[in-house]
Structures are given as structure tokens and as C-alpha cells.
């Protein structure tokens, strides 16, 4: 039995009878010895396999600024179709699954801009799953640097990275403005060249590059580095029925009440309000404080509105019977303070 029949015997078996540890800890092992022999792609390869999500190794001594963004972070959505049914995502699967659709405009950049929590970063990794490719995070913390120049270069040895290895993955500069800021504003010299280097690197980028920039901050943009991006997507609200989906799934899966007449009553108020980050807040705070989901969505917005009185809960919309089981006291003494009775 050669080497190559050892390796696969031994993965087999560890793959049957082993822990889900011992099968990842076996193929980083795999990945280590691969990379130590120059397969680096191979190596890489087996590396996200197990969902490790480190810098992506150029095989070089230069450090690179891309990272393998290969578990996705839904915020615990209870699917990976979160965006599916939106049309802008459906029209940019069905341009990008093509590439030959890519040679008619060389790259696709599209800049992403919202309200923060309202699902960007999804849409980017879930389109990347769609379209079975690798997110590679460009590192924004380790592009800029206080050091004179330092920047710059550091923007050159990135475009390097792009050309030489990475070209047919889509890659995601998330919070961009930390990057780049609007040079109009109050800012060194310094900082107007790195913004200079980095629409350099836009225009430079390679063929059939897919490169996606999030912001929760477009007014904080350079102009003249939103004008390379040929398409621009504003995600500021999020979409009611998914986010009671989700919701609802996430409660039910802790034994917890949902009242679907109720929440949608509230996602109507709140829809501009709310981020899918609510999700988790709302069921932690649930069964933290043995509250209802209703009484926790009745604070949320009392937080943002004041406290609600009956007669402002009725002006909203609830019947009596809802003011009642928000307020926990009883049918009768909602409807004599609605008379003026109390």
C-alpha cells in the first residue's frame, strides 16, 4: 500500500468511526502536508473543508489581506434563501452565472449601501453560495496603516494577491469608508493618496473581477471612487416576511409563544426601525425576563416612542383584547378606560 492508498484508508476510517474533531484535525493535517509540498491550491482547498476561515496562504513571505470568508454568518437566519426571491439578487445571479456576461463589462463592482443590520453582507455570501464561489474578505484593518506610504503599498501588494491568485472569487470589502472617506472632507494629504491608490486599484483590477463594497455610510464616500462602481444597491428597510420568518423560527425553536396578528401589527410600526440583528435580541430578551414576545416588541417600541397609553395603543391599531394581553391586566379595564371610566 503506497502513501497516497494510506491517507485515503485512514480518512475513510476516521470519516466513519471518528468524531467530527478527529475528521477536521486529520484534514488540516492533510492541508499542512500539501502546502509543505507546494500544492498550495490543494492545500487550500482541503483548508475550507473544514471551515477554517484564516488568511489565505500565498505561499510567499508577504502577508496577504485577503481572508476566506467561507462560513457564512446569516445572523442565524432559518434559511440560506434569504434573499432568493429579491429581484436585484436574481438579476445579478442570472448576469454572474454567465461569464461570458463579465467580458461585456470586464469587471462587475457593485457597491452595497444601507442602514446597518439590514442584510448587505448576506446578500453578498449568500450570492456567492448561489454561484459556488469563495468570499474573500479584503481586510480593511490590514490595508490601512498610520505609517507614511505604508498604505499605498499595501494596495499594490493587494492587487498583486487579485492577479495572481484569486481572480475568479468574489471579493468583499466590507465597511469600505474605514478605507475610504470622502477627501472633500478635512483630511491630510496623506490620506487623499491613499484614496488616489485605491481608484487606481479599481480601474486596474483584472478581467471577470467580482468585487463587492459595503457601507452603512455613502454620503462618507469619495465621489470619485463611487463613479467605479457600475452598480450601486441601497438596502435601508428590511423585508417584513422574512424577517417574521426568521423570527418565528428562531422563537419556536425555545418553546416560546408567537403571535402572528400581533408581530405583524408591530413590524408594520417598526419596519424602519428594525435590523435582522433584532432577531436575537428579541429571543434573548424573551427568555431572559420570561416575557412574551408581544410584551418584548411593546418595550422595543416604548424605548423608541414613550410609553403607550390604551387610548394610544387603540389610535395604533390594537383591539382591546391585544391592549389587554400587552398591558396584562384585564379585558374590562381596558374597555372602561377607553370609555373614560377610570
Known amino acids: 500500500m503506497d502513501i497516497l492508498d494510506e491517507r485515503v484508508m485512514k480518512l475513510a476510517r476516521v470519516a466513519v468511526s471518528g468524531t467530527k474533531d478527529e475528521l477536521r484535525k486529520y484534514i488540516l ?8 509540498k507546494g500544492n498550495k491550491e490543494f492545500a487550500k482547498s482541503l483548508n475550507m473543508l473544514t471551515g477554517n476561515t484564516s488568511i489565505v496562504s ?20 432559518s ?44 446578500f453578498v455570501e449568500e450570492l456567492s453560495n448561489k454561484l459556488n464561489k469563495n468570499v474573500l474578505n479584503i481586510s480593511a484593518a490590514s490595508l490601512v496603516s498610520s505609517k507614511l506610504g505604508e498604505t499605498q503599498k499595501n494596495i499594490k501588494k493587494l492587487q498583486i494577491d487579485i492577479e495572481n491568485n484569486y481572480h475568479d472569487s468574489i471579493f468583499l470589502i466590507d465597511e469600505i ?64 416576511e ?27 410600526l417598526l419596519c424602519k426601525n428594525l435590523s435582522y440583528s433584532n432577531i436575537q435580541e428579541f429571543v434573548s430578551n424573551s427568555l431572559i425576563f420570561n416575557k412574551s414576545l408581544n410584551k418584548v416588541f411593546l418595550d422595543f417600541y416604548e424605548q423608541l416612542y414613550g410609553v403607550q397609553k390604551y387610548d394610544d395603543l387603540k389610535n395604533l391599531g390594537f383591539t ?11 379585558f374590562s379595564t381596558v374597555q372602561r378606560a377607553l370609555k373614560g371610566n377610570l
Open 29 to 36: 493535517e492533510l492541508s499542512k502536508e500539501e502546502e509543505e
Open 58 to 77: 500565498l505561499g510567499s513571505k508577504e502577508k496577504s489581506f485577503l481572508v476566506v470568508r467561507n462560513e457564512f454568518n446569516f445572523v442565524k437566519h
Open 79 to 122: 434559511n440560506q434563501e434569504f434573499w432568493h426571491n429579491d429581484k436585484r439578487f436574481t438579476y445579478i445571479y442570472d448576469f454572474l452565472k454567465y461569464k461570458k456576461n463579465l467580458d461585456l463589462i470586464k469587471v462587475f463592482n457593485c457597491f452595497i449601501y444601507g442602514r446597518p443590520g439590514t442584510g448587505k453582507t448576506t
Open 177 to 240: 469608508d474605514s478605507i475610504i472617506g470622502n477627501r472633500d472632507l478635512e483630511i491630510n494629504d496623506e490620506y487623499k493618496r491613499m484614496i488616489g491608490s485605491f481608484n487606481i486599484f479599481l480601474d486596474s483590477l483584472p478581467k471577470r473581477t467580482i468585487l463587492f463594497g459595503i457601507s452603512n455610510k455613502i454620503n462618507f464616500i469619495d465621489k470619485a471612487t463611487l463613479r467605479r462602481f457600475n452598480v450601486k444597491i441601497g438596502i435601508d428597510e428590511i423585508d417584513e
Open 242 to 268: 422574512q424577517f417574521k420568518k426568521s423570527l418565528k423560527n428562531e422563537i419556536e425553536k425555545v418553546g416560546s409563544t408567537f403571535d402572528d396578528v400581533l408581530v405583524e401589527k408591530f413590524l408594520r
Open 320 to 330: 382591546i383584547k391585544e391592549i389587554s394581553n400587552l398591558k396584562d391586566v384585564s
